[in-house]
């Protein structure tokens, strides 16, 4: 059985900072990209952030020079370093891991809070 274990969410003031982090563990092989998304409620999931296995990183306009992305594909690990935080950055944030075949694989989500 595959499963994304993510941690390091939690509530923050503005300004502040977090580190999420996703393992892939279980059955999994085979994975080219992993990162992470965010949904707030009422609205579409969003990818924030992604790495592929060539180390390429690509991120959402809204985090650029903000989130930064990093890990090590081939071991299923990812990691989002999130600085100064804004209140519209609160969101369930959700790993992901991109298989070759296109199969794709989800986190359980871990709640990340911006507020004073």
């Known amino acids: 059985q595959v499963q994304l274990v993510e941690s390091g969410g939690g509530l923050v003031q503005p300004g502040g900072s977090l580190r999420l982090s996703c393992v892939g563990t279980?059955?999994?092989?085979?994975?080219?990209?992993m990162g992470w998304y965010r949904q707030t409620p009422g609205k579409q999931r969003e990818l924030v952030a992604a790495?592929?296995?060539?180390?390429?990183?690509n991120y959402a306009d809204s985090v650029k020079g903000r989130f930064f992305i990093s890990g090590d594909v081939f071991k299923n690990t990812v990691y989002l370093q999130m600085n100064s935080l804004k209140p519209e950055d609160t969101a369930v944030y959700y790993c992901?891991?991109?298989?070759?075949?296109?199969?794709?694989?989800w986190g359980q989500g871990t709640q990340v809070t911006v507020s004073q």
């Open positions: 992901y891991a991109d298989r070759s075949d296109f199969q794709k694989y």
């Open positions: 279980g059955n999994i092989f085979s994975i080219d990209t």
């Open positions: 790495i592929r296995n060539t180390g390429r990183t």
